[in-house]
């Protein structure tokens, strides 16, 4: 059984920051994780991704970049550090990992398994 459970999530004023962490487990491979997010009345939107080995990242395109994910193979634990959160980025934030050896992993479909997400509110 996969499981991939997300914390971190709150309550944070604007400007504030936040970390995230997905820990894997069960019995599955991947090659990739990544970071998505859902606000009410909206579809769901890539956030950043990692390769679990090189560590290389994807993130979406964007004149400013406030979020950083890194990973801890050691652990299997993915992170998402959220600096400089604004009222916008309040979303249910999920963890997903995908078996695919290529791509940029930009979209859900990319993605086999998801974790139950948690929730960052980020108040003005």
């Known amino acids: 059984q996969v499981q991939l459970v997300e914390s971190g999530g709150g309550l944070v004023l604007a400007g504030g920051s936040l970390r995230l962490s997905c820990v894997a487990s069960?019995?599955?491979?991947?090659?990739?994780m990544g970071w998505f997010r859902q606000a009410p009345g909206k579809e769901r939107e890539f956030v950043a991704a990692?390769?679990?080995?090189?560590?290389?990242?994807y993130y979406p395109e964007s004149d400013e970049l406030r979020f950083t994910i890194s990973r801890d193979s050691a652990k299997n634990t993915v992170y998402l550090q959220m600096t400089n959160l604004k009222p916008a980025d309040t979303a249910v934030y999920y963890c997903?990992?995908?078996?695919?050896?290529?791509?940029?992993?930009?979209?859900?479909?990319?993605?086999?398994?998801w974790g139950q997400g948690t929730r960052v509110t980020v108040s003005s």
């Open positions: 990692i390769r679990w080995i090189g560590g290389e990242t």
């Open positions: 069960g019995r599955f491979s991947s090659y990739a």
């Open positions: 997903a990992a995908s078996r695919l050896r290529s791509g940029r992993l930009t979209v859900s479909s990319e993605y086999d398994y």
